[in-house]
Nanobody, 123 residues
Framework: QVQLVESGGGLVQAGGSLRLSCAASGRTFSSYAMGWFRQAPGKEREFVAGISRSVYYTDYADSVKGRFTISRDNGKNTVYLQMNSLNPEDTAVYYC????????????????WGQGTQVTVSS
């Protein structure tokens, strides 16, 4: 079992930056591939970024276009999402999730989810 708590969301103007954090409990954090998803009102939850158990492989949705960077610090049991050049289309609730072993893009591959943190980008 792992518990995930997101933080770092807020209101930012278009073109600005935010860094989200996801703090995980337990001593098995390094056993999980991690991902970030987001969901806007009335829309399906969508994959944003994923990272393997090491820092050597990452995966990003086309929509972030290299603007976002996912990273992790296993010593701190924390995953980060650095978001740059934000635009209003990035407005959503962002969720951190833990997969079993492999990074994936589908929700069903993730076993544990945080409660989400709101990101609002204004024009």
């Amino acid at each position: 079992q792992v518990q995930l708590v997101e933080s770092g969301g807020g209101l930012v103007q278009a073109g600005g930056s935010l860094r989200l954090s996801c703090a995980a409990s337990g001593r098995t954090f390094s056993s999980y591939a991690m991902g970030w998803f987001r969901q806007a009102p009335g829309k399906e939850r969508e994959f944003v970024a994923g990272i393997s158990r090491s820092v050597y492989y990452t995966d990003y949705a086309d929509s972030v276009k290299g603007r976002f960077t996912i990273s992790r610090d296993n010593g701190k049991n924390t995953v980060y999402l650095q978001m740059n050049s934000l635009n209003p289309e990035d407005t959503a609730v962002y969720y951190c999730a833990a997969a079993g072993l492999l990074v994936a893009r589908t929700e069903s591959d993730y076993d544990y989810w945080g409660q989400g943190t709101q990101v609002t980008v204004s024009s």
